[in-house]
């Protein structure tokens, strides 16, 4: 199981737990699972957030 998966899982499975029933908690279910996500997906590599700061990773040249 990768970090992604896991990070999902463990987001939606904190989102359940910490909030039981309605519309409030289906949104806290999926703003956790997406950030869940988000986390294994930059534990795993897969991620590259130096985007958002104007710097990125690729090595491609810049005209």
Do not use: E, W
């Amino acid at each position: 199981m990768s970090n992604t998966v896991l990070g999902l899982l463990v987001g939606l499975t904190l989102g359940i737990v910490g909030a039981f029933g309605g519309l409030a908690a289906f949104l806290l279910v999926l703003v956790l699972g997406a950030a869940g996500f988000l986390a294994g997906r930059l534990l795993d590599g897969q991620l590259d957030l130096g985007g958002l700061a104007g710097r990125s990773r690729s090595t491609s040249a810049r005209p």
